[in-house]
């Protein structure tokens, strides 16, 4: 399939592309330095300068910067524009202590919805289509991108948000969508409700478009099969604009990224040295086109292999792999980004041990999370509160730190068997 929402950069000469990267990465860097305090005191510190950085051979000069620099800067200090440019805001799906607030004037709007675009006709979407968008909406990034992207087609829009399961099938139905964007794992209950609803020859579906979580071939097949579809990854972070970072096309073999917005680099997690394209490692990013949130070689965490060898699709945009993990230990649990250190907060916070154990699980396409803590000693011997009591208590607490709620089970103390090396403290039962 040969069909392109923006040819000419898509296509564009290898050469041209990189001019392109060169003019806009200088000038950003000399924006950013301007305007953006945070990251000039970093350029400072490492003694580089605006004009040490000319082209893209000059990237690996300047400072990274991590989720922990958008804490101490938050909520403004990334802002590279008036706050009064700004036009809207959108948060990771992650949970109040590591909340990252992104901003966007109208431009960062118009540029993230043409990268959105990219991936709805990359995966075969045209002014013809009837888009199902079933990402959630709201402060995650995905409902408003695709809705946006889809917009900008010309396709009808179906803002559905997720949930709403049997709303969600009527409309898929009775509107006859032909493309359905949302989470993998969302993806496969639509499926497995769809077959057992006797629903299958009503829907129309040709396309899947999935992301914001990791997912398997074994998945990619058996959605395909269930529902008839071809079906794409997406890949986007909300630090770097959302989704439609990257995004896959015909071949299925990796996401192509909007190159002329962001710079790609894979570095060493541990030593921060940059790799070569085939090479796996942490993939950093550098926005060239962003005004309100122009992160300059952010490290997204997440693991995976760049590719530069030709595509049978025409475009010419590098490729990255499917992610392959993640160097921090950040969990994606039912859509929501999860950070271990968030729950020990709150169980240290209650008077718990730090002897605990994530236990994660698919039940019929949703996540499943199940927190075993040890009691103390003291807690153990108290028993006027009763364990059902700190039970629910701490579930109450799990569920406002962490947005999703989670099973709670209170085991006696020393009954968590102790690891000789790294404590065993995730274990993850899901098979995607
Ligand atoms: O998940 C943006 C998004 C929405 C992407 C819809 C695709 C579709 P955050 O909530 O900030 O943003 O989470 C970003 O999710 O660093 C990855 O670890 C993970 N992630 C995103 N896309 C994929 C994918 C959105 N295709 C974090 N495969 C990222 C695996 C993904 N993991």
């Known amino acids: 399939m040969r069909n392109y929402y923006q040819p000419e950069i898509e296509q564009m000469p290898r050469e041209d592309m990189i001019k392109l990267q060169n003019q806009r990465l200088s000038s950003q860097v000399r924006r950013v330095y301007k305007n953006v305090p945070y990251y000039r005191n970093l350029m400072d510190q490492k003694g580089v300068t605006p004009n040490d ?174 529902l008839g579809i071809k079906a794409y990854d997406i890949y986007g972070l909300t630090e770097i604009t959302g989704p439609g970072v990257s995004f896959e096309c015909s071949e299925q073999t990796g996401m192509h990224i909007n190159e002329d917005h962001f710079i790609a680099e894979v570095i060493d997690p541990n030593t921060g040295e940059v790799l070569k394209d085939g090479e796996k490692g942490e993939i950093v990013f550098t926005c060239i086109t962003k005004q309100a949130f122009p992160l300059i070689r952010y490290r997204t965490r997440d693991i995976c292999v760049l590719s530069r060898s030709e595509c049978s699709c025409g475009r010419t945009l590098v490729k990255m792999s499917r992610l392959m993990g993640r160097s921090d230990d950040m969990l994606i649990i039912r859509g929501v980004n999860v950070f271990p250190s968030q729950i020990e907060t709150v169980l240290i916070e209650y008077g718990l041990s730090a002897n605990y154990q994530l236990v994660i699980d698919r039940v019929k396409h949703a996540d499943t999370l199940e927190v075993r803590v040890e009691l103390t000693p003291e807690m153990f011997s108290d028993m006027v509160k009763g364990v059902e009591g700190r039970e629910r208590e701490l579930r109450e607490k799990l569920k406002n730190m962490l947005g999703i709620s989670a099973k709670v089970t209170l085991v006696a103390p020393k009954s968590i068997a102790r690891s000789e090396g790294k404590a065993v403290r995730i274990i993850d039962n899901r098979k995607i």
């Open 53 to 226: 950085i000319e082209t893209i051979a000059d990237l690996s000069k300047l400072p990274f910067l991590t989720k922990d620099d958008l804490r101490e800067a938050y909520p403004y200090g990334m802002l590279a524009v008036p706050l009064e440019d700004a036009v809207r805001i959108q948060s990771t799906s992650g949970t109040t202590g590591r909340r990252v607030v992104a901003f966007y004037t109208q431009h960062d709007i118009d540029l993230w919805e043409d990268c959105c675009a990219r991936a709805i006709v990359a995966a075969g979407g045209t002014k013809q289509d009837v888009v199902q968008v079933a990402y959630g909406y709201g402060l995650f990034t995905g409902g408003p991108g695709l809705n946006g992207g889809s917009h900008k087609l010309g396709s009808l829009t179906l803002p559905m948000s997720s949930g709403f399961t049997d709303r969600q099938l009527q409309f898929m139905s009775d509107l006859e969508a032909t493309i359905l964007c949302c989470t993998p794992s969302y993806a496969e209950f639509l499926a497995e409700t769809i077959e057992e609803s006797g629903l299958r020859d009503k829907i129309k579906l040709k396309a899947g478009i999935f992301g914001a979580e990791a997912w398997s071939g074994e998945m990619r097949a058996r959605l395909e099969k269930k």
